[in-house]
């Protein structure tokens, strides 16, 4: 009979880790490829101007499609996800500097960046995420906790964030 070269509790933790990695790889992965998805869609439905300038007709056009996708693909296609990923493009127009910050942040983070009509502020918190590793949580306690304008007025500003 062989021998555990290990004590059992510490191979199990050991085990427990490797797929709890690979889990948290495979969340990472999926959620890069879909706001990628979310971010091309996005820039489609600008390039076929279907969002602010045709008005009614591209409205229309652009409730059709979110009526399709929405039966084939669910809720997450609806006319009101459409028009964000239509934003989202609009607001994050530079794909290299996107794909830097989809290794970090979820699509969760880019729908509470949206609102934000400040682009350096959008700015500020994206890269502020990306570095500090934020939780949506945390994203949305400093934006509403107004950091980049208490930051922008800060004479420390280092010791502001």
């Known amino acids: 009979m062989t021998q555990l070269t290990t004590a059992p509790e510490t191979l199990l933790t050991e ?23 979310y971010w091309r869609i996005g820039k489609r439905l600008l390039t076929e101007n279907l969002t602010d300038g045709r008005g ?22 609806s006319y009101s996800a459409l028009t964000r990923m239509a934003r989202f493009a609009e607001l994050f127009p530079d794909e290299r ?3 830097s910050l989809i290794q970090e942040l979820t699509w969760t983070h880019f729908i509470a960046l949206l609102p934000l009509k400040d682009a350096l502020a959008r700015e500020f918190y994206a890269e502020m995420c990306r570095v500090e590793r934020w939780s949506v949580r945390a994203l949305r306690q400093k934006i509403n906790g107004m950091l980049f304008e208490r930051t922008a007025l800060s004479k420390n500003s280092v010791e502001v964030v």
């Open 97 to 99: 500097i996107l794909a």
């Open 15 to 37: 085990i427990r880790d490797l797929i709890d990695g690979a889990r948290r790889q495979v969340a990472y992965a999926a959620n890069a490829a879909l706001t990628l998805v």
């Open 56 to 77: 009614e007709y591209g409205q229309q056009i652009l409730a059709s499609l979110a009526q399709q996708l929405e039966l084939e693909y669910g809720k997450g296609f």
